[in-house]
C-alpha cells in the first residue's frame, strides 16, 4: 500500500472519534430548531435541585434528551471538559409541570385558543407535559376517528409534549367496542360531565355510564375522571334566582346559581359506582379522578370516606380556587366566572389545609379560554358569560405566591403539580429528576417579583381574558427543557415547535 493511502488509514479512528464528538456540538438540523443550545450532552447546574428525596447542590447530566446522571457536589466536574454546562446559580431546578386539565381547542375553535398559542405559553410557565381535555375543541374527541383528528392537529404545532383524554359521553358509554377502539388508538383515560358541559356534543353522563365506563377502563388500568356537579334544579342556572330582583353583574347571584350542594349531590352518586374499583371489584383497575373540586367541606369529607373503604380515587383543584375568593370578586368582571365557582375565603382555606394534608392529591390548571366576546365584557353579566380562566402560563407562580403564606415546600409543589399528576396520566418517565426519566425540566427564581401588567410578555391567544392579569407574583420562570430541548429561555422560544404528542400503548 502507498505511505499516502497508509497514513489515510492511520487518520480513520482520530476522524471517527472526531465525528462523534462534534455530533454533539453540531448535532441534526432539526435540533438547531427545536431547542436554543445545540449539545445533545450537557449539564444543568444549580445549589438548588429538587430530586425525589432531597433538595441539593449538584448538576443533572441530560444526554439524548434524558436524564443520565443527578450529581450531589462538585465531583460531577471532572468528567465535562467536552460538554456544556449550563450554571444557573441559585434558582431552582425541578421536574417540569404536569397539567392534567386543559382545554386547547383545537381543532375547530382555534379563535378561542389553539396549540401553537397554548403550548408556547405552557413553556413559558414550566409546564412541559399537558393533556388535553376532550371537549371545547371541534368535533368533541369521543371516537378513535375525532381523537386521529386531534392528534394530526398537534403534529408540528407543539412546543411541550401533549397528550389527550377522551370523551366518556351517553353515545358511547354502552359501547365498549367503540370505547376500547379510542383508549387503543392512544388516549391517556376518559373524561365525562355530570351536568351541561355547554358544548353540545359533548352531553352529561350520569352514574349508569360512569359504571360502564369503569368496566372497561379496568381493563387498561387507565382513569376515568370526572366533573363532579349534579345541577339539582331541572330548569337551569337562570331560574334559580329571580334576575328582577337581583343582578347578574354581581357574582354573589352567580354563586346562587351554583351552590356546593351540587357537588355534594355528584359525590354521593358517583360514590355509589367506585366502590367497584376497589381490590376484588368489578372495576378493579379502574380509577375515578375528580377535576377541579371547589366544595372543601361536604363533598372533600365524603371522598374521604369512600377512600378509607378502599375505592380507587384521587382529587385535584384549581389554583383559582387557592388565590380568590368569592367576596373580593369585583361586580361585572366575568374573567372569574368558572364551574364550579370561586367560594368564599373560608372554603378558599379549607382547601389549602386539605391540599397540605394530603386530602387533595394535586393540582391542575383547568385552562379554559374562549374568544373574548363570549365573557360579555361589556354588559358583565355572570350569568351569560362563557365560564372559564385562562391561566396555562402562570399556574407555578400562582401557587408559588400564594402557597408560601401557607408554608408549602418545594417537594410539595413537585408533588401537586409533577409527580402526581404523571402518574395520573401514566407517564412514568415523567414527574421527577432522577436518572432514565426524560429530561423535562423548569428552572425558576421563586425570589424575584413581577406583575401581570401590559408590559408583561404573555403568549395566550387572548391576554386580557385572564383573571390572573394585574395580579403581582412572585417566582419567575427562567427556562424550560422538553425531552432535553431548551425550549424557553430569557422570554424566547425556540423556533420550531417539537413536542411531542403522547399516546397510551
Avoid at 381523537?147 to 377522551?166: C, M, T
Amino acid at each position: 500500500m502507498e505511505s499516502g493511502k497508509w497514513r489515510l488509514v492511520a487518520l480513520l479512528p482520530i476522524l471517527a472519534s472526531l465525528i462523534l464528538l462534534c455530533s454533539d456540538f453540531f448535532p441534526q438540523a432539526y435540533r438547531i430548531k427545536c431547542s436554543h443550545i445545540l449539545q445533545r450532552h450537557y449539564w444543568i447546574a444549580s445549589s438548588r435541585i429538587v430530586t425525589p428525596n432531597a433538595l441539593i447542590s449538584g448538576a443533572v447530566e441530560v444526554k439524548g434528551g434524558k436524564i443520565v446522571a443527578v450529581v450531589e457536589g462538585d465531583d460531577w466536574r471532572r468528567n465535562t471538559w467536552s460538554y456544556q454546562i449550563i450554571d444557573y446559580g441559585e434558582a431552582v431546578v425541578m421536574p417540569g409541570l404536569v397539567d392534567v386539565h386543559a382545554h386547547l381547542n383545537d381543532p375547530g375553535r382555534t379563535e378561542w385558543e389553539g396549540f401553537p398559542s397554548g403550548t408556547r405559553a405552557a413553556a413559558a410557565g414550566g409546564v412541559t407535559t399537558l393533556i388535553d381535555m376532550p371537549l371545547n375543541s371541534f368535533p368533541s374527541t369521543v371516537s378513535e376517528e375525532t381523537l386521529k383528528l386531534k392528534i394530526k392537529a398537534a403534529q408540528g404545532r407543539i412546543f411541550v409534549d401533549v397528550g389527550f383524554w377522551g370523551g366518556l359521553v351517553p353515545e358511547n358509554a354502552f359501547n365498549s367496542t367503540a370505547l376500547e377502539h379510542l383508549l387503543e388508538a392512544g388516549a391517556l383515560g376518559l373524561k365525562s360531565f355530570m351536568c351541561p358541559s355547554g358544548i353540545n356534543d359533548f352531553p352529561m353522563t350520569n352514574s349508569s355510564h360512569i359504571k360502564e365506563g369503569l368496566s372497561v377502563l379496568a381493563k387498561y388500568r387507565r382513569p376515568l375522571l370526572v366533573h363532579a356537579e349534579i345541577q339539582q334544579d331541572p330548569e337551569g342556572e337562570l331560574d334559580m334566582v329571580d334576575v328582577g330582583s337581583v343582578s347578574p353583574r354581581s357574582y354573589s347571584t352567580y354563586l346562587t346559581t351554583r351552590p356546593a350542594s351540587w357537588e355534594e349531590a355528584a359525590i354521593r352518586e358517583l360514590l355509589t359506582v367506585t366502590k367497584n374499583t376497589r381490590a376484588g371489584g368489578p372495576a378493579e383497575g379502574a380509577h375515578l379522578h375528580i377535576v377541579h373540586l371547589a366544595d372543601a367541606r361536604s363533598s372533600l369529607e365524603l371522598i374521604k370516606e369512600a377512600r378509607s373503604s378502599g375505592d380507587s380515587i384521587t382529587v385535584e383543584t384549581c389554583p383559582h380556587y387557592l388565590a380568590f375568593s368569592a367576596e373580593e370578586i369585583p361586580d361585572g368582571d366575568t374573567r372569574f366566572k368558572c364551574a364550579p365557582p370561586i367560594r368564599d375565603t373560608d372554603n378558599k382555606e379549607k382547601l389549602w389545609a386539605a391540599l397540605l394534608d394530603g386530602n387533595i392529591d394535586m393540582l391542575s390548571s383547568d385552562h379554559s379560554p374562549s374568544a373574548p366576546e363570549l365573557k360579555l365584557f361589556d354588559e358583565g353579566d355572570f350569568l351569560r358569560a362563557w365560564g372559564g380562566i385562562s391561566s396555562l402560563q402562570f399556574v407555578l407562580p400562582v401557587t408559588w405566591s400564594y402557597g408560601r403564606k401557607h408554608g408549602i415546600s418545594l417537594h410539595q409543589l413537585v408533588s401537586w403539580w409533577s409527580e402526581k399528576p404523571a402518574k395520573l396520566a401514566g407517564q412514568h418517565l415523567k414527574g421527577a429528576i432522577a436518572v432514565r426519566n426524560y429530561a423535562d425540566i423548569v428552572v425558576w427564581d421563586p425570589e424575584v417579583e413581577f406583575e401581570l401588567d401590559d408590559d408583561h410578555p404573555v403568549y395566550l391567544k387572548h391576554r386580557n381574558i385572564s383573571a390572573y392579569m394585574g395580579s403581582k407574583l412572585a417566582g419567575k420562570v427562567v427556562a424550560t427543557y422538553v425531552r432535553g430541548n431548551l425550549v424557553y429561555q430569557g422570554g424566547k422560544h425556540a423556533p420550531a415547535a417539537c413536542g411531542v404528542p403522547i399516546l397510551a400503548t
